[in-house]
Nanobody, 122 residues
Framework: QVQLVESGGGLAQAGGSLRLSCAAS????????MGWFRQAPGKEREFVAS????????NYADSAKGRFTISRDNAKNTVYLQMNSLKPEDTAVYYC???????????????WGQGTQVTVSS
């Protein structure tokens, strides 16, 4: 059974930084692409960033480019999202997701974490 457990959320001021972590278990972590999504109140869940199985290739939503960095440590079965220059509009529940293959292709994530709240004050 695949489990994804996020941590690192909290309260930050605008312009500040947070680093989210997602610890995975239940299958061979290094074989699967991973991603981060977020959902703000009253809005649909949206893509933030993804990373392929090896960590060589990443992809970002326009809102995250230049501010957020996704990375992974396959030895620790963990994916990270470093968020810098935070804005109030980044306030959302952030979800870790695991894809069914080594790259995201056009797949939807297969497994989801429970989410971690990020709140950015102005």
């Amino acid at each position: 059974q695949v489990q994804l457990v996020e941590s690192g959320g909290g309260l930050a001021q605008a312009g500040g930084s947070l680093r989210l972590s997602c610890a995975a278990s239940g299958r061979t972590f290094s074989r699967y692409a991973m991603g981060w999504f977020r959902q703000a109140p009253g809005k649909e869940r949206e893509f933030v960033a993804s990373i392929n199985y090896s960590g060589r290739y990443t992809n970002y939503a326009d809102s995250a480019k230049g501010r957020f960095t996704i990375s992974r440590d396959n030895a620790k079965n963990t994916v990270y999202l470093q968020m810098n220059s935070l804005k109030p509009e980044d306030t959302a529940v952030y979800y870790c997701a695991s894809y069914p293959r080594t790259y995201t292709y056009n797949d939807n994530p297969e497994y989801w974490g429970q989410g971690t709240q990020v709140t950015v004050s102005s």
